[in-house]
Each structure stands twice: as C-alpha cells, then as structure tokens.
C-alpha cells in the first residue's frame, strides 16, 4: 500500500502547482468520501475500494495499474507497461551495438522524431 500512497501524494501534489484547489479536501469532494478517508488513502493506513481508486485515477487521468504500482508509466497498464520497456530495451541494444559516431547519429534523430511527435500531439 505504500506505493498507492506515495503516488496518490505525488499525483495530487503535481496536479495541485497547477491547480491550487487540488488539497485534500477538493479531492475528497470530487471522489465522494471524507477528507479523512482519502487523507488515510495518502497517508497509507486505508486502502480505498476499487470504484473509489477508479474514480481518484480519472481525476488524475492516470491508468490504476500505475497508482498501484504495476506500471511506471502515469497513462499506461502493467501489459502496456511492459511492452514499452521490452520495446526500450530492444532499442537500446540496437543502439548500443552500432559504432559510437554512428550511435550519437540515430540518438538525435530518433530524439528529434519523437519531440515533433510530441510536438504534434500538443497542437
């Protein structure tokens, strides 16, 4: 439960330098419990139902695998998750086997692809 906890916390917290009105206590409201409960949630001594942790997970538009600590990425499922990282890893063996001159080449193009995908998805 510390992980859910933790990352309650940081969600809120992150969301919250943005939004100001995102305490404890605005959570709370929005998901339908007591500030002392969802207080409890963050602090780690009460672990909230499932409809209660879906609820808190599309107020801060993360996936529930990544509050419970299944996936490290905010938006992505534990299967999703692991997809990326053996996609990653793939990538960085390709990379790690091609003359450093060669390497420091497709690093930047493939950081240049993915910043105007980015780029694009913001628009």
């Known amino acids: 439960m510390d992980i ?4 309650l ?3 809120r917290e992150n969301i919250k330098k943005f939004e100001p009105e995102f305490t404890q206590s605005f959570v ?3 998901i339908g419990v007591a500030r002392t409960t969802y207080t409890a949630y963050e602090n780690g001594t009460k ?10 997970a599309k107020l ?3 996936s529930i695998d990544y509050l419970t600590g299944l996936s490290n990425h905010p938006k992505l499922s534990y ?15 390709i990379l790690q086997s091609m003359p450093e001159e060669k390497r420091k080449e497709m690093e930047a193009k493939i950081l ?4 105007a995908l980015a780029d694009l998805k913001n628009k």
């Open 9 to 11: 916390k940081a969600c």
């Open 79 to 93: 299967d999703k998750d692991i997809k990326v990282d053996t996609e990653v890893e793939e990538l960085m063996h």
């Open 28 to 30: 709370a409201n929005k």
């Open 4 to 7: 859910l906890a933790q990352r």
């Open 112 to 115: 240049g692809y993915a910043q």
């Open 60 to 62: 801060f538009n993360v």
């Open 47 to 56: 672990m909230p139902p499932i409809d209660t942790l879906s609820n808190i």
